[in-house]
């Protein structure tokens, strides 16, 4: 609750965001956070100016997975080291996961996709808006 409120934005989390978005690669926000926690996460992105988008508060993983799914998700970036390992090595879901590293995620790292900070995102979509990687700086 209060920790939800409280939290600080991954660095680079704002700029990046908004530099997917006007590419046209950001689908939206999904999160395993209980869903009766929406408004207070909402509020938390609108807050920090994360761009618009649709807000999903899954409450766990299978509900995160349905979600990927619904929406026909090709990539999802995650701190959950178990949640990106679920995604590389079950067949419920087709996402890919990319992992932002962080002590909590080091032991779930296996055959994991993984990035140091959220500015490299943008180099490993170069091919979808164009071959630019460095504009979200």
């Known amino acids: 609750p209060t920790v939800y409120a409280t939290a600080l934005p991954i ?16 689908g939206g926000y999904i999160s395993a956070r209980p869903i009766h926690f929406q408004k207070l996460t909402q509020g938390w992105l609108d807050m920090w100016n994360f761009p618009k988008a649709t807000l999903h508060c899954t409450g766990g993983a299978d509900a995160k997975v349905r979600i990927l799914n619904f929406i026909h998700a090709t990539h999802i970036v995650e701190d959950s080291g178990e949640f990106a390992q679920r995604l590389v090595t ?10 932002i ?3 909590y995620n080091k032991n779930h790292r296996e055959g994991v996709k993984t990035i140091r900070t959220l500015f490299e995102l943008p180099a490993l979509f170069a091919d979808s808006f164009g071959g630019e990687k460095n504009d979200a700086k």
């Open 11 to 26: 660095d680079g989390a704002v700029v990046v965001t908004n530099f997917l978005q006007q590419k046209g690669v950001l």
């Open 90 to 99: 079950g067949a419920d879901c087709m996402a890919v996961p990319i992992l």
């Open 101 to 103: 590293e962080r002590s």
